[in-house]
Structure formats: structure tokens, C-alpha cells
């Protein structure tokens, strides 16, 4: 089983800051993958990481994929009250297990 | 559109009382399964299928059946239900099992009293 471990659990901060989650794992991931699930709502994927080193931008969301691929970072900057939510990371591939997720609460 | 369904979204019922959550997914895809969310715990798998007919555990499927009788279907069946089932529970499909996207169903209150 490989053990996902997501950091912080909850982070909380003012509209206009960056941040920075994290997923770790003492595993080797062929590749991962971060949703993003909003109150009432199932989760929804953000990007896919595949490559040692990858680094992938969606808007103010940069993902990174760690060079031994056992590690991901996801760093949004200039935080919006739009990306309050649950940062969860998933390997896809086997028993799907994911993160714990991070509580990402931005206010205005 | 493309999308997975859930049914109830809300449901209250009381201990032993037997229930079907259905879950329904209009993209052809092999792989369904279903998780269960709780706080501070995450999104923990109950079960999965691989195909029609295919069925397999996942990390907490104590208390929970299923089954594939066609692609598109995969109900999850609380056959006498208890306060610990209390959750929130997600139905997801992908095309296959192997890195690609999973979608998920908008989500299913449960309370059990």
C-alpha cells in the first residue's frame, strides 16, 4: 500500500497571499495526480504529473512533481476566495488511495 | 453531457434498515468505484470495479456490497445499515485504471440513526 501523506491539513489565509501543499510519500509514484473538491461538490482534477522534475502551470496553480517522483508540491499564487476547497492527491493507478487532502480556506 | 449520477443525494434512515445508493455513468467507462468521505480521513475506497462483473475490495468495504450487472451501473447496497456509515459518499468512474481522470458523482448524504 502507498501511503499518501498531505501537508498542512488546513491552511487559512488572506486573499492576495501564496501557498504552498504538499504530498509526500515513501513510495515511487510512475505518476500523480491533484483535485480540487469544493463544498457539496465532488472532487475534480486539476492536472496529472508524470515526469521526475515536471513542472505543470494552470493560471496561478503550479504544480511540481518531485525529481525522485515520490514527492508533489502544488504552489497557487495571489490566492483568491475561488480556491478555497480540498486539495487532495491521488496516485491512479492500482487500489486508488488518496491524500488526506489540505483545507485550503482563502478570505477576502 | 458527460457526467456521473448519484442517487438520493440526501438520505436519513435508521439502523438495519436496508438501502441502495445508485450510481449511474454516461461516458462508457470500465472502471467505477466508490469511496466514502469523513473528516480528517479523506476519501477512503470501499469498492471497485474493474468491468461488468468485476468486483473487488477496497480499503473499508466492512458493512457494504455492490455489484456490476452493466457498464453504466454500480449501486452500493447497505444492507443493514449502522450509525457508523454516517458519511458522505462519492460514486467515481474512469476510463480505465491507468492514470486517467476520475470523475465523480455530486455525492450522497447519508445519516443513519
Known amino acids: 500500500t502507498q501511503l499518501l501523506e498531505q501537508s498542512p491539513q488546513f491552511l487559512s489565509i488572506q486573499e492576495g497571499e501564496n501557498l504552498t501543499v504538499y504530498c509526500n510519500s515513501s513510495s515511487v509514484f510512475s505518476s500523480l495526480q491533484w483535485y480540487r473538491q469544493e463544498p457539496g461538490e465532488g472532487p475534480v482534477l486539476l492536472v496529472t504529473?508524470?515526469?521526475?522534475?515536471e513542472v505543470k502551470k494552470l493560471k496561478r496553480l503550479t504544480f511540481q512533481f518531485g525529481d525522485a517522483r515520490k514527492d508533489s508540491s502544488l504552489h497557487i499564487t495571489a490566492a483568491q476566495p475561488g480556491d478555497t476547497g480540498l486539495y487532495l492527491c491521488?496516485?491512479?493507478?492500482?487500489?486508488?488511495?488518496f491524500g488526506a487532502g489540505t483545507q485550503v480556506v482563502v478570505t477576502p | 453531457e458527460a457526467q456521473v449520477t448519484q442517487n438520493p443525494r440526501y438520505l436519513i434512515t435508521v439502523t438495519g434498515k436496508k438501502l441502495t445508493v445508485t450510481c449511474s455513468q454516461n461516458?462508457?467507462?470500465?472502471?467505477m468505484s466508490w469511496y466514502r468521505q469523513d473528516p480528517g480521513l479523506g476519501l477512503r475506497q470501499i469498492y471497485y470495479?474493474?468491468?461488468?462483473?468485476?468486483?473487488d475490495k477496497g480499503d473499508v468495504p466492512e458493512g457494504y456490497k455492490v455489484s456490476r450487472k452493466e457498464k453504466r451501473n454500480f449501486p452500493l447496497i447497505l444492507e443493514s445499515p449502522s450509525p457508523n456509515q454516517t458519511s458522505l459518499y462519492f460514486c467515481?468512474?474512469?476510463?480505465?485504471?491507468?492514470?486517467?481522470?476520475?470523475?465523480f458523482g455530486p455525492g450522497t448524504r447519508l445519516l443513519v440513526l
Open positions: 461516458m462508457n467507462h470500465e472502471y
Open positions: 504529473v508524470v515526469t521526475g522534475g
Open positions: 467515481a468512474s474512469s476510463s480505465f485504471l491507468g492514470g486517467e481522470t476520475q470523475y
Open positions: 470495479s474493474m468491468n461488468v462483473e468485476v468486483t
Open positions: 491521488l496516485h491512479p493507478r492500482g487500489k486508488l488511495q
